[in-house]
Nanobody, 124 residues
Framework: QVQLVESGGGLVQAGGSLRLSCAASGRTFTFANDVMAWFRQTPGKEREFVARISWNGVRTYYADSIEGRFTISKDNSKNTMYLQMSSLKPEDTAVYYC???????????????WGQGTQVTVSS
């Protein structure tokens, strides 16, 4: 049973930083077509992609809205993915979810496993 558990959310002032963690368990997460990602969601809006990282941590990709403020990384020895968030803005306030999926033959991605989410609140 694959399980993803996020932690590290909280309340921070605008301009501050937070580091989110996503601990994965249930199987090895280093298959060549594995991909892990962070999404976020605010009430009344669809879940929004934030960043993703390849199985070996070499390839990363970010949403334009992040504007270089966040860094995604992973430590395969700990089966853990991170999201270092800096220069936080009130509009970054959301529930942040981690996800595990696969890169498809088409080049797209399908996320099959999700964590329960962690709340990030940025005050102005």
């Amino acid at each position: 049973q694959v399980q993803l558990v996020e932690s590290g959310g909280g309340l921070v002032q605008a301009g501050g930083s937070l580091r989110l963690s996503c601990a994965a368990s249930g199987r090895t997460f280093t298959f060549a077509n594995d991909v892990m990602a962070w999404f976020r969601q605010t009430p009344g809006k669809e879940r929004e992609f934030v960043a993703r990282i390849s199985w070996n941590g070499v390839r990363t990709y970010y949403a334009d809205s992040i504007e270089g403020r966040f860094t995604i990384s992973k430590d395969n020895s700990k089966n853990t993915m991170y999201l270092q968030m800096s220069s936080l803005k009130p509009e970054d306030t959301a529930v942040y979810y981690c996800a595990l999926g696969k890169v498809l033959d088409t080049g797209g991605r399908r996320y099959d496993y999700w964590g329960q989410g962690t709340q990030v609140t940025v005050s102005s």
